[in-house]
C-alpha cells in the first residue's frame, strides 16, 4: 500500500510540481519570453524526477505528501504574486 501511495503522490505531485515550477520561472525571469518558456520548460524536466525521487526516497509516505505541498507551495505564491501585480497595474 505504501509504494503505491508513493507512486501517486510522485506522479501527480511530481507533475504538479513541474508544472508549476516551469510557469513561475516562464513568467519571472528577466529575458525575451520565449527563450523564459524554454528555460523554464527545460527546468520542469529536471524537476519532474527529482519530486519522484523525493517521494521515494522520504522515510513516510505522509513526509512525501507534505514536502511535495511545500514545495509546490513555492512556485504557486509566485504565480498568484505575479498575478495580483498584472491586475493591479
Do not use: K
Not at 3 to 19: D, E, F, K, N, P
Not at 58 to 86: E, Y
Amino acid at each position: 500500500m505504501g509504494v503505491a501511495l508513493r507512486t501517486i503522490a510522485a506522479i501527480g505531485g511530481g507533475y504538479g510540481l513541474a508544472s508549476l515550477s516551469t510557469q513561475a520561472l516562464a513568467i519571472t525571469l528577466p529575458m525575451a519570453p520565449a527563450d523564459a518558456v524554454v528555460t523554464g520548460t527545460l527546468t520542469g524536466l529536471v524537476v519532474y524526477p527529482c519530486a519522484v525521487m523525493w517521494c521515494f526516497a522520504a522515510a513516510t509516505v505522509t513526509r512525501a505528501c507534505l514536502g511535495l505541498a511545500a514545495c509546490c507551495a513555492v512556485p504557486a505564491l509566485v504565480i498568484l504574486v505575479h498575478q495580483s501585480a498584472a491586475v493591479a497595474a
